[in-house]
């Protein structure tokens, strides 16, 4: 999960998110917009007897803030609440699993911040079954198959890989955003991505309120996602003077085109 | 305000609950879902540039908690938040003001907790503009015979009061009991309220729960609201078990007809 303002954990009940397999929480900075909701959150936890692990990826400071309140409110928590602090100066690698890489990204706000770059790893190749069955292979090679080996028959013959597998689907990249005033040197770490979720808190005639906050407008979050090529953007973080969020949206359209809002419950599928 | 779990200020912006003129906020016990939702309501009430003060009344160790919270994420409020704490053991008077008076009540929970008695304080009698043009009484004697005096003319006739004005609406008494296992020792300090909110976690058939938990059942409630003559009882606070409330509705209507369900957004006029 990326942040965790008040309230998350009720949005996360009337979306019947699971929350079993959540094992890390990614903060981007220590505002309460973005970490209000982590002491609830966890004390639900509790409540649901959770046993696994839970980690916190977040800039320096939080710990600190939350064992207080962890303390008092969470005295007996049937699992472990486990702090990383990251540099938010520095673009490197924070988290890895089997499947995914997490980066951090510098961005540029009143407080230390930093983006999020989810890249999925490399999947296994395709293997085709009815090759498998027809040079008889044994399971115990599939595995390598799987990763790109040719197989080689008892009768000495070289089977190359591309005629037992195919290509699996290209890994997806991820980047998160927000919050940051418009900040280039985001762009070349998120080159090519095929989402952006960057945010836009205001339109363009409060551009000075915008510097002067450190956010970005929306034809500046849209500038970004146009110079770093990404395949899609879903703007956010609206400030709360807008009702309607169209202003934002058609003056991020004009500049990238594959633009989206986001929106509150929505699932976006990329 | 009373308690403030997580997303309060959520739901006051959704019923636009005006929040100027919200003083005092009454915590009845420091356990999660009464008091998570205090950080960000304070927060937002600085972004809204509140100037006033704000109280906040509870059981001891509240402000050791918020304290470096409110340092960290607070740190430039335009107002100030003030603590009292008080004895969860006495029932005493915590507040009054020109028109109101509240008091605590002790409750049995698993850790020190309060319920809260609202009394309205006896109200001004209404004056009766055509006897106040009839004896052509100035305005500077108005208030004192709101109080309940008589009039003496210039010729020393003496109109009695009754004559001048007419009862005013008998003051409103409300008392709320949560969370609290089932406790008799409430009874005389709510008796005869005009209305009454007592948690109701549980139907009967996990009083040997509730009673472990220190929480009440619907039957409970309701036997605590027919034993202290209360006019109206909403019971609320239900395990999440229950995604319909009927049940716990009934089995409180069967003791004490005058109850209703606590519902999320609702508003009870009395």
Redesign the interface.
Known sequence: MIDCG??T??RMRQMNVKTNRMGHIFISH???DHV??L??LI?SFGMLKRTAELHIHSPK?LE??ME??LQ???DDLPFNVIFHAFDTKKNELIFEDRSVQVFSIPLKHRVPASGFLFEEKPRDRHIKRDMIDFYNIPTWRIPKIKQGEDFVTEDGETIPNERLTASPEKPKRFAYCSDTAYYEKIIPIIADVDLLFHEATFMSDEAVRAKSTMHSTAAQAATIAQKANVGKLIIGHYSARYANKNGLLHEAKAIFENTVLGEDLKIYEF
Request: aromatic share 16%; glycine share 24%.
């Open positions: 008040e309230g954990q009720i220590l505002h309460g209000f909701g002491i609830g004390s400071g600190q803030i207080p309140q008092f409110f969470c």
